[in-house]
């Protein structure tokens, strides 16, 4: 379901939201005001003590801040009143990690600090349009909007050295680092919270208690974990889509000195199947705190929340009997995602196409797809718009390779065995004679490529890489192959790339 978002830059409701669609809680402007006051003092303190922000992606060889809107100020039009102050606020908070970019030189690995620095924003993807936004990608080479960062000391690049929270020097020297010591055990399992915290919860919430969690402890004595609640949350407030829809309960919670700090966050609740607050997850997830400070106010925490399918980032603030959440962007973690083809591509694959010897001139592609003819090699077919033509294209370290030409006359399939994989056109050569042209692939290499011209059933002639054979040698290597099936392809147009 859709976290509660209690920070006033938080509210999400016309954003595309990464948790589980369909639960919203309308904020209620006298049980906020504490929050919003929080939050409005943090933001104004912000460019001269930039909050830390969060190395979430990467390109295989810079770390990215991931941005969560366009860099272009919104404005204000007829229809977006509800939302457009929401909105804004979002863009100014990123707007000020962007102001700030190159102040954020200390990576926190552990208890130590890694220098790292600014190099560039990434603005435009290489068909000149604007990145994705909010997401992260499994794919180093789908560009995503971002600031760019490496460490400053090449030998510092190493896995024993990557982190997530980055800060600036005017921030470091303004608070006090506290450790933070994760309770997770070996087997990933977390301890309980001790019975009297999780007792006056329930007695505060009316609510019993189905798990609870104590995920880590900052400093000397301050406890952090969650608890999640058994059954329907009967006091939520009401979803504005939906009044119907019964909600759940699980609360982040914080205790410093007997103090106890929560942050409540709104799940869904089915009776038949339970409670869920994220897509494709049981039951409520803990946020993990990444770094705790002693600030001029108070405690300052950084905090990440993952999720199968999210992964959220930003600050929490115990204030007043509160966890205060400034949340800076719920990412979509993006996964299965197609490898890119950008214009250039389509360019370089026309132009190797209209220089073989065995093309059309006259053919124009219209559509493309990724095809898996191997596991080993990216393949991409284009095809014309009345799929008569085609050509298949194999692109390694960069580099697009024209393998096969497909006419009106010869047309695909694979089959596979033995660990080989063949791409195989036929089709009739006029009368009662039938052309195959069969190429072999294994472990990513062409094994071979083979021309057989039958008539009637009978070879009449056949050649291996380029050069003639024997009938009874085409024979062998035809036995060797098994019967082909239809290459399954989704095409999108080249245009528009949908």
């Not at 001790?194 to 004595?221: N, R, W």
């Not at 997850?281 to 705790?292: M, T």
């Not at 030409?405 to 695909?412: A, V």
């Not at 472990?443 to 009449?460: F, P, R």
Request: with cysteine; glycine share 6%.
């Amino acid at each position: 379901m859709r976290k509660l978002f209690v920070g006033a830059i938080c509210v999400m409701a016309v954003m595309i939201s990464c948790k589980q669609k369909g639960q919203t809680a309308p904020a209620d402007s006298a049980k906020d005001s504490v929050t919003a006051a929080v939050i409005d003092s943090i933001i104004e303190e912000n460019d001269t003590t930039p909050l830390p922000m969060f190395l979430t992606g990467g390109d295989g060889k810079y770390m990215h801040m991931l941005y969560w809107t366009n860099i272009e100020e919104p404005q204000r039009s007829e229809g977006d009143e509800d939302y457009f102050d929401d909105w804004h606020k979002r863009w100014e908070l990123q707007e000020m990690f962007r102001r700030n970019a190159a102040q954020y030189t200390n990576l926190l690995h552990g208890e130590k600090i890694v220098k790292v620095k600014f190099i560039d924003e990434v603005l435009k993807d290489p068909d000149g349009n604007t990145p994705s936004i909010g997401e992260i990608h499994g794919r180093e080479e789908i560009p995503a909007l971002c600031a760019r960062y490496d460490y400053a000391n090449a030998k510092d690049k190493t896995e024993e050295n990557r982190g997530l929270v980055i800060c600036t020097d005017s921030y470091l020297s303004s608070r006090k680092r506290l450790a933070v010591k994760s309770c997770q055990a070996d087997n990933y399992q977390y301890p309980k919270l001790p019975a009297d915290i999780v007792k006056q919860l329930e007695t505060q919430y009316g609510m019993k208690a189905q798990i609870s969690y104590k995920t880590c402890t900052i400093g000397d004595s301050i406890i952090v974990g969650a608890i999640e609640f058994k059954g329907e949350y009967k006091d939520a407030p009401k979803d504005k889509y939906d009044a119907d829809r019964k909600s759940a309960l699980a609360v982040e919670v914080l205790v410093d000195g007997g103090k106890i700090y929560v942050l409540e966050q709104i799940g869904y609740y089915d009776p038949e199947y339970g409670a869920s607050w994220n897509a494709d997850a049981d039951g409520y997830i803990p946020n993990d705190i990444e770094a705790a400070f002693e600030g001029p106010k108070g405690l300052e925490l950084c905090y990440t929340h993952g999720a199968p399918e999210s992964f959220c980032v930003g600050m929490l603030f115990p204030r007043d009997n509160k966890l205060i959440e400034l949340e800076y962007e719920c990412y979509h973690s993006m996964v299965d995602e197609d490898i890119p083809v950008w214009k250039k591509d389509f360019a370089e694959m026309d132009k190797l196409y209209h220089a073989d010897e065995y093309s059309d001139s006259h053919v124009k592609f219209t559509k493309w797809a990724h095809c898996y003819i191997d596991y080993d090699n990216e393949w991409i077919w284009l095809r014309d718009n009345d799929d008569k033509n085609g050509a298949f294209f194999i692109r390694k370290d960069g580099k697009l390779s024209l393998i096969a030409i497909e006419n009106p006359r010869l047309k695909p399939s694979k089959c596979e065995k033995d660990g080989i994989t063949y791409l195989k056109f036929a089709g009739s050569a006029g009368g009662p004679s039938w052309q195959q042209e069969i190429y072999a692939f294994k472990n990513s290499k062409l094994l071979w490529k083979l021309n057989v011209l039958e008539v009637e059933g009978e070879i009449e002639e056949c050649a291996l890489n380029g050069k003639a054979i024997s009938k009874e040698e085409g024979r062998a290597y035809l036995d060797k192959i098994p019967q082909s099936q239809e290459i399954n392809a989704y095409f999108r147009d080249i245009e528009t790339k949908e």
